[in-house]
């Protein structure tokens, strides 16, 4: 019901920082609460954050936290992710996806984008 791309990754030195875009298509954008995952080799997706289909509630993993800052434009249809003191434990392609209230997981997800953070 969504399609999703993500934009914005690349290659940062530790301390740095990078903002994630994921434009997302259709007009009703505030329908769909938003996550962030990521994926490091030989690991297994992991949650990062979320936002709800206003904005107005947003989750962290602790591993972000005071690091992150995830927002969306709806009048865009566009999600972000504000990633400020990067480490290399934040290397990983990261995703966006979507759901709707009537799922509890994420049923749309975009290609990916990578982010590597070098020391």
């Known amino acids: 019901q969504v399609q999703l791309v993500e934009s914005g990754g690349g290659l940062v030195q530790a301390g740095g920082s990078l903002r994630l875009s994921c434009a997302a298509s259709?007009?009703?954008?505030?329908?769909?609460?938003m996550g962030w995952f990521r994926q490091a080799p030989g690991k297994e997706r992991e949650f990062v954050s979320s936002i709800s289909g206003s904005g107005g509630s947003t989750n962290y993993a602790d591993s972000v936290k005071g690091r992150f800052t995830i927002s969306r434009d709806n009048a865009k249809s566009t999600m972000y992710l504000q990633m400020n003191s990067l480490n290399p434990e934040d290397t990983a392609v990261y995703y966006c996806?979507?759901?709707?209230?009537?799922?509890?997981?994420?049923?749309?997800w975009g290609q990916g984008t990578q982010v590597t953070v070098s020391s």
């Open positions: 259709g007009r009703t954008f505030s329908s769909y609460a």
């Open positions: 996806a979507a759901r709707t209230v009537l799922t509890s997981s994420y049923p749309w």
